[in-house]
Structures are given as C-alpha cells and as structure tokens.
C-alpha cells in the first residue's frame, strides 16, 4: 500500500501464542512499541490470533498495548501461513497502521514476509534497533547482516505500514500493570478464510527444557578444544547448573557432538544473550559473526592466539578440560550453599 | 513433477577476515559462491527427483551475469536446467522487488509443483525472499523444514523446525519449502555432474523476458531504502588470564561474573 491510499496511523505488534498461552516475546514487542507509539503521539495495538485466547488479550494492555484485536476462531489454533497472512492482511486494510511490528521468530519470519508481499509494502528483518526519526516521523530501522560485522539502517519512505521484524530479547518487556485500561476489539470474519491449505498434524516438542539458544540469556558452548563427545557433557552439565542453553561451533556440530540447532555462527543461529561461555572455540570469524553481539563474553581456550581472545571480556587460556569441571564444582558448591541458607 | 531451486550468490564466507586494526569484518568481494545454506535446498531437491520418477528441477536465480556460476554449481549436483534473471535495472533490489522479480520469472516458466529455498542467504540474512515468493504466486509457505516425511499424489508432509519442538504438517502442492541445515548433508558434485554443469546452458532472461515493469524492479520497485551502513568494531578489550592453576582461575572468574551480577 502507498502512502497516498489514505490515512495510516498507530503502531501495531503482533503477538504470539502457543497452545492458547502468549508467548513472552509478544511482551518484549510491546516494549518497543510503546517506545515507537510514544514518541511518534499515537497509539499501539497489539494483535494476536488463536483459539480460545480472548480471555488472554487483556494482559497485552497489561504490558503496554492501548488497544487488542483479537481474532479467535478454531481455524488459528495451530499456524497455517496462508491463514494468518489472509486475516492480517483484512485487519491492516481495514485499520491501516502506519508501523507494524513482529518478533524475529519462525513465525514472524514466516507470516510477515507473506503479509508484505500481498500489502505490497517493505520488510525489514531480524532488526536490532528501532527509533522514529524526528523530522520526518519515519521508521528508522536497524539491523545487522553478515552476522552483525555491517549494521544498516533501513527506512521504508512511500509504503505502508512500515513492518519490520525485531529479533528475540533485543529489549525487556514492561513491568505488567494490571490497572492499565485498553479496547479488545474481537473480529470475526466469513468461515471460509480460515480454510487453509496447510494441516496441522504433531507438535513434538524438544525433551530439553532448555530455552532455544535465540533466545537464551546465558549461553554456553563448546568447540573442537573439547576433543570428544564425551567431554561435551561438560557444557551441558555447566548449562544446567547457569540455567542457560547450549551452543556449539560449527565443528563440534559437524562431528556430531550436538544438533544442527545449537550452532551459533554464519550458517547457525544468531544469539545475543547476556552471558556467553565459550570452552574450546578458536574463534572462527564465521562463529564470532553469531555471538559478538553478547553482552558478555568468556573465552577459555588453550591457544593464546585464538581470535576468540580479540572478543571477549574474559579470556583463560588453558584448557577448558581443566577449567570447566572446577567451575562446575565450585557452582555446585555455591549453589548447595545457597540452598542451605535459604532452609 | 517440476520443482525450481530459489539460489543466490554471495561473497565466499570463508574468506571473511577480520580487520586487525578496526576489528570490523571484511570480505573478499571478489570471491563468490553459492550460498551454502542454498546447498541443503539443492540437495533435498535432487532427492526428490531421486525419489519420484520423471521429475525436472529448474535453478533459478536473480543476480550479476557473474551468477551463472552459482547456477552452475547446483546443476552439478544433479539440477536439470539453470534460469537466471539479470538486468541492471534489477539492481538495487530489496526482498520485496527480489521476490517479484523471481515470481515474474517463474510465471514465465510455468507452473510448478515445488519451490525450494534455503533458510536465508549468510549475505543479506533476512530469509524473506522464499515466503515472499510464495505470496506471490499464492502458494503456502512451508519454512525452517527440517525434514519431508511423504511427498506425492500431490500433498506434502514436512517437520518445520521452530522454536520449542518441531511442528509437523501436511500441505496440499503447489507449495513453496525453505529448509534448514539439519534436513540433510549435501553430496559434493561428481566429475559427471561437472561435466554435465559446463555444457548446460544456462537461460538468461532481462526484465524485458520476464515481463516486469522496471518501475516494479531492482531500487525503483523496492519500498525499502537503506540509508546508512556503517560497520561496528567487534574487538573488546577483555582481561586475559593464564589458565595454568584452574583452581585460581576459576575464583577470578568467578569474581568477574560476580562484579557483572551475572552469578
């Protein structure tokens, strides 16, 4: 849609839900949306489709949103592509917001490009930074590519709404208030929109409890410098005892050790958390590409050459076969202090 | 069955280097290749033609004249013909005009039962382009598949890798199927394969063949602008400790995470 079709206005999140719970990253969205709608003078609504989730909206205007549309219907209990862009396509032709934003997840990365292609609108993914330029009032859009070492800032002058996709964790959400008041406005359209060309038929959902590493606040990963599966036991022991998620370089993946989905690199995932422990990576640019965006960062490596060493906050050099099972001890020691204390 | 691979080219990741100085990343722009994660789209491709006689698998990219040689490199591991859209008013393109571009193409070449794509190019990184496409041609977007459980008689059952698990679903075809790096290990093209790539010709088509209005192509057609691009120093002044006594390196670790509130 151009600029010239009418009159756009407000910020939109998209929320997301599964098994009828909203998910956390619906609430980090409204963080930045809030932010947006508030310097930009108008309001934010939130989105989320489902089933059985109309007793749920009102926790988005908990956490930020002024209105809620809600469209609840059997048809979106599960994700169909082609449904979800259908029915957020009607709603964004109807109310015509000026910003709609999504999480970076396998459903915003699905569902927005889908939607942007038949609003005929731009797309900006995996962003890191969000602002409203002063002058103009335009979405300024921040986000890295070849694994963070370019930023670009990208706006989206003659078409609307202006959508973009924000990566997972890239802010915190609000603290939820209760007294907070907004509008739930249900929607309800035709049977047939829901008709989808795509079933649903399992979910077999991971055995580890651990958070997928996207999304992770402490990540720790190990490397080629463990030398054996056996040894890669010690970074999910650490992880465990961190409460965080465990990542892996390309080639501790390649041999095996780990699944595909704990790679963190060029052609892995990208992560940002808050801790990450790297045991046994060199430090190939690639790996370095998916984590420099930590915020803190150790490096425990035997080469005191390694690359790692360039980007972390922490670095040991020795051999992370020494160091982890003492840490991991002491952690336990800590951690049955701790315990203690509190009985 | 007719598939079409969605490929791109990109500067050769392993020559990224890090700047010694500036700390920032630098490529070789002279160096190309085929996008690697596009190899798992290429492979899972040519094992479906494997699978199910009498199928025909087009590549198709959108690139400089250069691209070819991507092309070329997914024919070698097995694809049938190679189709590439090059024009200079395609430059510029964001994944909006990309993906019009690619659908304007393919509207040319018929229909097709399956579109592959990888996850996303380790260039650009937006994975927009495959979903995009599938808009366009009104086709459902099968993303992050993990793997194909059946395929023919015109459905398809795929596991998409998500978030907490992996979703299964069956989709009736046409559809498009980007998928990620677990769904299989590329096999490395073999001397016939090689052959077969430097003798097969590979169609190139200008906005002209494909019918696109330039005002739909490369910058002009693309809603998106990048208006800055500035390149962040990775480098951080860490302390660096000796390792040798794990016991005293671990307390100062511990230390550290501690004044970071991190334990």
Same mark, same amino acid.
């Given at each position: 849609m151009k600029t010239s079709e009418g009159k756009f206005q407000g910020v939109w999140t998209l929320g997301e839900q599964r098994d009828g719970e909203i998910s956390s990253v619906s609430y980090e969205l409204l963080a930045w949306g809030r932010e947006l709608a508030d310097k930009r003078g108008t309001t934010l609504a939130s989105v989320i489709l489902g089933h059985n989730i109309k007793e749920k909206a009102?926790?988005?205007?908990h956490h930020g949103a002024d209105i809620v549309y809600v469209v609840d219907h059997p048809g979106l209990e599960?994700?169909?592509?082609?449904?979800? @862009?259908?029915?957020?396509?009607?709603? *964004?032709?109807?109310?015509?917001?000026?910003?709609?934003?999504?999480? @970076?997840?396998?459903?915003?990365?699905? *569902?927005?490009?889908?939607?942007?292609?038949?609003?005929?609108?731009?797309l900006t993914a995996d962003c890191t930074e969000l602002d409203i330029d002063q002058e103009t009032g335009l979405l300024i859009q921040t986000r890295p590519a070849i694994g963070g070492n370019v930023m670009a800032t990208i706006k989206t002058p003659d078409h609307r709404p202006q959508m973009s996709t924000v990566r997972p964790r890239s802010k915190k959400p609000l603290a939820k208030d209760e007294s907070r008041k907004g509008k739930i406005i249900v929607k309800e359209y035709p049977d047939e929109l829901y008709v989808s060309k795509v079933k649903f038929i399992e979910f077999i959902k991971d055995e580890t409890t651990a958070l997928p590493i996207q999304e992770a606040e402490i990540i720790v990963s190990g490397g080629k410098g463990l030398k054996d599966v056996k040894n890669f036991t010690l970074v999910h022991e650490l992880a465990d005892l961190l409460n965080g998620s465990v990542g892996a370089s390309r080639q501790a993946v390649d041999m095996g050790w780990i699944p595909y989905s704990h790679q963190v690199g060029l052609s892995g995932k990208t992560v940002s958390p808050r801790l990450y422990i790297s045991a046994g990576i060199s430090g190939a640019v690639q790996h370095i590409a998916g984590m420099s965006s930590a915020d803190v960062v150790v490096a425990i490596n035997n080469d005191p050459d390694a690359a790692i060493f360039k980007v972390c906050d922490f670095g040991i050099v020795g051999d992370a076969l020494e160091i982890l099972p003492v840490l991991i001890e002491?952690?336990?020691?800590?951690?049955?202090?701790?315990?203690?204390g509190e009985s | 069955m007719r598939i079409v691979v969605l490929v791109k080219q990109v500067p050769s990741t392993d020559k990224v280097k890090m700047d010694e100085k500036t700390g920032t990343m630098v490529r070789s722009a002279m160096e190309a290749e085929l996008n690697p994660l596009d190899l798992y789209a290429v492979e899972e491709a040519v094992r479906v033609k494997e699978k199910i006689a009498g199928t025909e698998i087009t590549v198709i990219s959108m690139g400089p004249p250069n691209a070819t040689y991507a092309i070329r490199e997914a024919i070698a591991m097995g694809c049938d013909k190679g189709v590439l859209l090059s024009d200079k008013v395609f430059s510029g393109a964001d994944t909006w005009a990309t993906a019009r571009t690619l659908s304007s193409g393919l509207e040319k070449l018929g229909q097709f039962d399956l579109i592959f794509s990888g996850e996303r190019a380790t260039d650009g990184e937006t994975g927009q382009v495959g979903p995009s496409v599938a808009a366009q041609l009104d086709m459902p977007a099968l993303t992050y598949v993990s793997k194909i459980r059946e395929i023919g008689d015109g459905r398809i059952v795929v596991e998409r890798a998500v978030e907490e698990g992996h979703e299964v679903v069956e989709s009736s075809l046409p559809a498009m199927v980007s998928v990620v790096k677990e769904i299989n290990e590329p096999r490395m093209p073999n001397l016939m394969g090689k052959i077969r790539a430097r003798k097969t010709e590979v169609t190139v088509m200008t906005a002209q063949d494909v019918g696109l209005d330039s005002s739909k192509a490369g910058l002009t057609g693309s809603p998106t602008r990048v208006v800055k691009v500035f390149y962040p120093s990775l480098s951080r002044n860490g302390t660096i400790v000796d390792g040798k006594d794990p016991e005293k390196t671990v307390e100062k670790l511990l230390q550290f995470l501690k004044d970071k509130a991190l334990v």
């Open positions: 009102e926790s988005l205007v599960h994700f169909a592509p082609d449904v979800h @862009a259908a029915i957020l396509e009607k709603l *964004v032709r109807e109310f015509m917001p000026e910003i709609f934003i999504a999480s @970076a997840t396998t459903y915003g990365r699905t *569902v927005m490009p889908v939607l942007a292609a038949k609003v005929e609108t731009g002491r952690l336990r020691e800590r951690k049955t202090i701790n315990v203690k | -």
